[in-house]
Nanobody
């Protein structure tokens, strides 16, 4: 059974940091790309970053470049999204997803497996 489980969300103040985790099982993690997405209230879901098996990443949202970093621990089948200097506009439900073959094709890419999401709320 495939499982994708996000954790680490919460309520923080502007300027603070959070690290989200994406724990997976049921597939060969290092054969898959991991994407991070977010959906803010009243907005469409947007692709934030795509991470390849070798930890190479492509960031799709200009406003997170330099503040967000994604990395993965293939031995633990877990990916992480470290978010620094958080802003109120980062408030959203954050999702991770996995896709094969391991090619990042853009923020609209369709992924095979999805987590349930974790809420991140940034107060001003």
């Amino acid at each position: 059974e495939v499982q994708v489980v996000e954790s680490g969300g919460g309520l923080v103040r502007q300027g603070e940091s959070l690290t989200l985790s994406c724990a997976t099982s049921g597939f060969t993690f290092d054969d898959y790309i991991i994407g991070w997405f977010r959906q803010a209230p009243g907005k469409e879901r947007e692709g934030v970053v795509c991470s390849g098996p070798n930890n190479g990443s492509i960031y799709y949202v200009d406003s997170v470049k330099g503040r967000f970093t994604t990395f993965r621990d293939n031995a633990k089948s877990t990916a992480y999204l470290k978010m620094n200097n958080l802003k109120p506009e980062d408030t959203a439900v954050y999702y991770c997803a996995a896709d094969w073959p391991p090619s990042c094709l853009g923020p609209k890419q369709v992924y095979d497996y999805w987590g349930q999401g974790t809420q991140v709320t940034v107060s001003s």
